[in-house]
């Protein structure tokens, strides 16, 4: 037996050890009073203590703090952070134990014969990409949610200044253009404006709110616009066309800039597959004169 599969025989087993401790910390030690009453507990668990038992497994990573932005894209994408932090955990432990797992086995079989340093990185690397791995995919899904989110908010107050021409009222008009769509902004939207009609606030203030919960800097403006508009009597129709237009042009330049990147990034692959067609077509030739 190698001394590399030694090594890396004994990291599983640490780490797993590892887990072990730590689990064993997080549990809560029950009173000795009632230890009876928990050996005799029937064997089928319930619904509340699976929920339990997972509160409990997440626990631990509770106390995980992370940036307003971080947590402001948690909340896009529905998850709380401390699973994120569950997840980032079970990330860098995988990272650790599968890799290690990998190599023993191809030298077991004799695929590969990698040294102890060279192994000891393998598995530290893995451990260090695979949380930035879980961790960048969230942040970019983060991104997604909130860039179909602009869009959504663009035709909201299309359609909120196309009834704000026909004569229909403020309050109305922003009802209305909420029931158009079936996307999320138009969901959380229509959520908080029954919200704020049981409470007897206005429109506008639903949409602060969701601007607030939604981190959305664009949702936020417009409800500050409207609500200032609607203090001092400034036509509201006027405030909400110029910040769809403004909305609208943001979009389009991201949308633009976006078209470059993706084109700058196309331009070396059709490089590099011009020399080759280039190579194909000249080598017969200068082989065939030489």
Not at 23 to 34: H, I, V
Not at 54 to 63: G, I, N, S, T
Not at 239 to 263: D, G, H, I, P, Y
Request: charged share 15%.
């Amino acid at each position: 037996m190698s001394t590399a599969f030694r090594l890396t025989l004994a990291a599983v087993l640490g780490a797993v050890g590892l887990l072990a401790v730590l689990s064993a910390l997080a549990t809560p030690r029950r009173p000795l009073a009632l230890m009876p009453e928990y050996l005799a507990r029937p064997a089928r668990v319930s619904e509340q203590r699976r929920r339990l038992a997972a509160e409990r497994l997440v626990e631990p990573f509770e106390r995980a703090g992370f940036r307003a932005d971080v947590l402001a894209d948690l909340r896009l994408v529905g998850r709380p952070p401390a699973v994120h932090a569950a997840l980032l955990a079970a990330a860098a432990f995988g990272g650790l134990v599968l890799p290690a797992l990998a190599v023993a086995m191809a030298q077991i079989v004799g695929v590969v014969d990698l040294t102890v340093t060279v192994a000891l990185l393998v598995c530290l690397a893995s451990a260090v990409v695979a949380p930035l791995v879980v961790h960048t995919s969230m942040r970019g899904r983060a991104a997604t949610i909130r860039a179909d989110l602009r869009h959504q908010l663009s035709a909201y107050l299309d359609v909120v200044t196309m009834l704000l021409a026909a004569n229909v009222g403020n309050e109305g008009a922003l009802r209305q253009a909420a029931m158009v769509g079936d996307g999320r902004f138009f969901v959380e939207l229509r959520r908080r404006m029954l919200s704020a009609e049981t409470s007897n606030r206005s429109m506008v203030s639903a949409l602060a709110q969701l601007g607030d919960d939604l981190e959305l800097a664009e949702l936020q403006q417009v409800a500050a616009s409207a609500a200032l508009g609607a203090s001092s009597g400034a036509p509201v129709a006027r405030t909400l066309a110029a910040k769809c237009s403004s909305l609208r042009q943001t979009l389009a330049a991201e949308q633009e800039t976006e078209a470059r990147v993706r084109a700058g990034k196309i331009t070396i692959p059709l490089v590099g597959m011009s020399l080759l067609i280039m190579t194909a077509v000249i080598y017969p030739a200068l082989q065939f004169s030489s």
